[in-house]
C-alpha cells in the first residue's frame, strides 16, 4: 500500500476592518483583525499606510515696538513710535515647549498658540508665520518651566502656568490681567459661559464672571462675583484625590449651548459641576452643585482629555477610558479601560510623564500621544495611538470603533486641532533631530510624507497577522508558501516579510522584494498628458521558507509549527486586500514519549522596534 501523500491546508484573512487587538494571543485574534500595525490604516476593510505628515516650512516674525528690549541686528527700519511685523525666512524655533492651543478669530482664520520659553508666538495657518507676540520684557513668564494652560473663552485666550499672573490675548494684542480679573491658576475650561480654572494649589477651582454680565464680552475675564463661599466662592477636591489635573465638559443637545456638566478629574476621582449660570441662586439649590461621578481611574493629563461627543475620553494610569463606559460599569465587580487591544503600548508609558499627553479627534480618528520620553526642554512622544471611528457611520451596518495600533515618525510635543465652518485641520507640534520646534500638518489622504528635503518620501509600516493554525489547533504542520494581495501600488514599494512558529518570541526572515509602479512622468520639467493608473498585484506569491537549523529549545525544525504568525514591513504606498499561508501536515508519533530533564537552554531573539521610522 503507497503511502498518503500530505493534505495541504490553507488559512489568511480577507478583511481588515477590525482593525488591531495586541491584548490576546494572536491565535485568538478575530479573523477581520491583526495582532498589531505600526502606520498603518484600516478603511475599506483594507490595510494601508496612515495618512501623510507634511512639514511646514514656516516664517519667524516678531511685532516690534518702540520700548522692544530684544530688536536684533536683522530688525531695523522701524518708526520710534510705532511698530512693525517683521519677518526674517523661514526659520525654526527653539526652547522650553510648555503649551499649545489653537485659536479661532471672529472672522474665522485659525491659529495656534505657543507658549515657548515662557514668551508667546502665534502661528498663522494660512500665512505659514510663526509671531512673536511678547514685545516687552514684562510679558515673559519663566522659561524653565515644562507645561502651561490655556483655554480660550469667546475672543479671549488666558495663558496660565501656574506661577505668574495669567496673560491675556484677544486676537490682537498681548497683555497681563488686571488686579480684578482672573488670577493665577492652571488648568481651566470655559464652560456655560464662564471660565473655571484650578488655583496653585491644586485642589481648589472656581469660576469667574458670567459672559456679558455687564454688557460686554470682556466680563467672562473679571471675578468680580467671586466674594464668599455660599453664592460664589471656591471648590475644592478633598486631599485623597491626587489634585487636580484636567477639566472638561462633554457635549449636551439639550441644553442652550450644547454643554453638560463641568468634569473635574483626579488621577482616583471624577467631580461633576453643576453649577446654574446665575451664580446667585447657587446658595439656594437643594441638590449638590459638586458631586462624585467616577471613584476610580481619573485623567492624569489636561490635554488629553477631551470631547467626543456626548463622551469625555482621557489618559489614565491604566490605559484610555472612556468617561461614559467607566460610568457605565460602576456597578461591575470590574471596571476597565478601553484600551486593551494597544496594552502592549500603554503598558509601556512612563507613567510619570503622562500629565504632557495630548489628545484629538481628527478624520474621524481619535489620535492620543504615546511613548513619552523626558527632555529638559519638553516631553516629547515618540507614537500616537490611534482609535478609527470610521466603522460606525454606514448606515447599512454599524460597528464598534477599531483600534489601528500607533502611528510613528514624529517626536511629539502636542497635537492640536483647529476648525471653523469650512473645516478643520490637524497639526503636531514636534521636536526635530536638531533640536528645534517644528510644525507638521497630519493630513487626511496624502500618500506619503513630505519633509523639507524629500517632498516624497515613502512611509515605513508594518502589519502583524493574527496567528494562522489552519483550523486545526493541535494539528502539527509545515509551512510550504503564501500569498499577498494588493492593489493601489504607487511608485517603489519594498517587502519584507518575516514569520515566527508558535510561541517563538523572535522572527525569522521569509522573503525580501520590491514592486514598481509608475504613475507619473516628467521629462525635463515638461510633464506629458499621460492616464497612468495605480496597479494591483492578485497574488504575490512567497517561496518556500529557508531550512532554518532546528530549535534547540524544543528540538524543532523552525516550518514545523501548529501555528504561523507573518510580519509584513512595507516601504511605500499600496493597500493590502487580502493574505494567505500554505502547509502540509505532519504525521505524528502516535506512541507516549518519556520526558526528561535536558538541562537549562537559552534561546536568544529580538522582536521587532516599533519606533523604527523618522518622518524626518
Known amino acids: ?69 530684544e530688536i536684533t541686528a536683522d530688525q531695523t527700519n522701524v518708526t520710534a513710535d510705532g511698530w512693525s511685523e517683521d519677518c526674517y525666512g523661514p526659520q525654526s524655533l527653539t526652547g522650553t515647549f510648555q503649551c499649545a492651543l489653537p485659536y479661532i478669530g471672529d472672522n474665522g482664520q485659525t491659529f495656534i498658540l505657543m507658549l515657548i520659553s515662557g514668551k508667546v508666538w502665534l502661528y498663522d495657518c494660512l500665512q505659514n508665520n510663526a509671531q512673536n507676540l511678547t514685545v516687552s520684557p514684562s510679558l515673559e513668564n519663566p522659561s524653565n518651566l515644562l507645561d502651561g494652560w490655556m483655554v480660550q473663552a469667546e475672543n479671549f485666550v488666558v495663558i496660565q502656568d501656574g506661577f505668574s499672573k495669567p496673560l491675556i490675548f484677544n486676537g490682537t494684542n498681548l497683555r497681563r490681567a488686571t488686579d480684578d480679573e482672573i488670577k493665577c491658576g492652571k488648568m481651566m475650561a470655559y464652560v456655560n459661559g464662564r471660565i473655571w480654572y484650578a488655583l496653585p494649589d491644586g485642589f481648589s477651582f472656581r469660576a469667574t464672571d458670567i459672559v456679558y454680565g455687564d454688557g460686554t464680552r470682556a466680563s467672562v475675564l473679571k471675578e468680580t462675583e467671586n466674594t464668599f463661599l455660599n453664592e460664589g466662592g471656591d471648590f475644592a477636591v478633598p486631599s485623597d484625590s491626587g489634585g487636580i489635573t484636567a477639566m472638561a465638559v462633554p457635549g449636551n443637545p439639550d441644553t442652550s449651548l450644547g454643554q453638560g456638566p463641568l468634569l473635574i478629574f483626579t488621577p482616583r476621582y471624577v ?30 493629563g489636561s490635554r ?22 467607566a460610568r457605565r460599569s460602576f456597578n461591575d465587580w470590574g471596571n476597565t479601560p478601553i484600551s486593551n487591544e494597544i496594552l502592549n503600548i500603554t503598558d509601556n508609558d512612563q507613567t510619570n510623564l503622562l500629565w504632557a499627553s495630548s489628545a484629538v479627534v481628527f478624520d474621524n480618528r481619535l489620535l492620543m500621544t504615546g511613548q513619552p520620553r523626558y527632555r529638559a526642554d519638553g516631553v516629547t512622544h515618540q507614537a500616537l495611538m490611534v482609535l478609527d471611528f470610521d466603522l460606525i457611520t454606514s448606515m447599512r451596518k454599524k460597528f464598534p470603533p477599531a483600534w489601528a495600533g500607533i502611528w510613528t515618525g514624529l517626536n511629539v510635543l502636542q497635537i492640536v486641532k483647529t476648525e471653523n465652518a469650512y473645516g478643520d485641520r490637524c497639526f503636531s507640534i514636534a521636536r526635530g533631530s536638531d533640536g528645534s520646534i517644528q510644525i507638521w500638518e497630519i493630513t487626511k489622504s496624502n500618500k506619503f510624507d513630505s519633509n523639507l528635503s524629500d517632498p516624497k518620501k515613502e512611509i515605513r509600516w508594518l502589519v502583524q497577522t493574527r496567528a494562522y493554525n489552519f483550523e486545526l489547533p493541535f494539528g502539527l504542520k509545515r509551512l510550504d508558501s503564501g500569498d499577498i494581495f494588493i492593489d493601489s501600488l504607487e511608485g517603489n514599494v519594498s517587502f519584507n516579510v518575516e514569520y515566527r512558529p508558535d510561541q517563538y518570541p523572535g522572527w525569522l526572515e521569509w522573503a525580501d522584494w520590491s ?7 516628467c521629462v525635463t520639467g515638461l510633464c506629458p498628458l499621460t492616464n497612468f ?53 505532519v504525521q505524528e508519533s502516535a506512541v507516549g514519549e518519556c520526558r526528561t530533564f535536558q538541562g537549562c537552554k537559552v534561546l536568544e531573539a529580538c522582536d521587532i522596534n516599533p519606533l523604527f521610522y523618522t518622518s524626518e
Not at 304 to 325: H, M, P
Request: aromatic letters at 10%; glycine letters at 4%; a neutral charge.
Open 515 to 521: 514592486e514598481c509602479a509608475i504613475v507619473d512622468q
Open 304 to 325: 488629553s482629555a477631551i470631547t467626543v461627543n456626548g463622551d469625555v475620553f482621557y489618559r489614565a494610569v491604566d490605559g484610555v477610558r472612556s468617561f461614559i463606559i
Open 533 to 585: 493608473q495605480p496597479q494591483y498585484r492578485p497574488k504575490m506569491r512567497l517561496p518556500t521558507p529557508a531550512d532554518i537549523p532546528c530549535n534547540s529549545t524544543i528540538s524543532t525544525p523552525t516550518r514545523n509549527l501548529y501555528e504561523v504568525q507573518m510580519s509584513l514591513t512595507i516601504t511605500g504606498y499600496c493597500r493590502i486586500k487580502s493574505i494567505r499561508v500554505h502547509a502540509y501536515d
Open 271 to 300: 467631580f461633576s459641576v453643576q453649577a446654574p449660570t446665575d451664580r446667585d441662586t447657587w446658595k439656594n439649590l437643594n441638590y449638590p452643585i459638586q458631586a462624585i461621578s467616577l471613584l476610580t481611574s481619573g485623567a492624569l
Open 1 to 69: 500500500m503507497s503511502e498518503r501523500a500530505p493534505r495541504r491546508y490553507t488559512d489568511g484573512s480577507v478583511t481588515f476592518e477590525g482593525g488591531i487587538d495586541a491584548g490576546v494571543m494572536p491565535s485568538e485574534v478575530d479573523k477581520n483583525q491583526v495582532a498589531f500595525a505600526v502606520n498603518a490604516s484600516f478603511r475599506q476593510s483594507f490595510v494601508s499606510p496612515r495618512p501623510g505628515f507634511v512639514q511646514k516650512d514656516y516664517n519667524l516674525c516678531t511685532t516690534i515696538t518702540a520700548d522692544n528690549a
